[in-house]
Nanobody, 121 residues
Framework: VQLQASGGGLVQAGGSLRPSCAASGRTFRTVILGWFRQAPGKEREFVASVSWSGGYIDYVDSVKGRFTISRDNAKNSVDLQMSSLKPEDTAVYYC???????????????WGQGTLVTVSS
């Protein structure tokens, strides 16, 4: 599976962004898709994940109620709708794929190149 993220940018606090991840490869529909983020000087952090059917979704507590992950298997894509953004959401956001339900980045085999999200105060 190959992943390519896009849709980051600069936004003021309280604003919204919708990064998207395009996927290719025959096994796309079998993997769990997730988003991670990494702020400068910090470790990579789990943000959200979604199962193939969309029936299982997981969020880190800090984004619950503000972020929504969704996938479109017909379009081979997964989006992360981010609302009510805060300066602490500033990071490089990565989409990733795994065969397991996991919040650990070490369980994710497939990675996109990352897209920068900057939230100004």
């Amino acid at each position: 599976v190959q992943l390519q993220a896009s849709g980051g940018g600069l936004v003021q606090a309280g604003g919204s962004l919708r990064p998207s991840c395009a996927a290719s490869g025959r096994t796309f529909r079998t993997v769990i898709l997730g988003w991670f983020r990494q702020a400068p000087g910090k470790e990579r952090e789990f943000v959200a994940s979604v199962s193939w059917s969309g029936g299982y979704i997981d969020y880190v507590d800090s984004v619950k109620g503000r972020f929504t992950i969704s996938r479109d298997n017909a379009k081979n894509s997964v989006d992360l709708q981010m609302s009510s953004l805060k300066p602490e959401d500033t990071a490089v956001y990565y989409c990733a794929g795994s065969s397991y339900y996991s919040r650990s980045h070490s369980d994710y085999t497939y990675w996109g190149q990352g897209t920068l999200v900057t939230v100004s105060s």
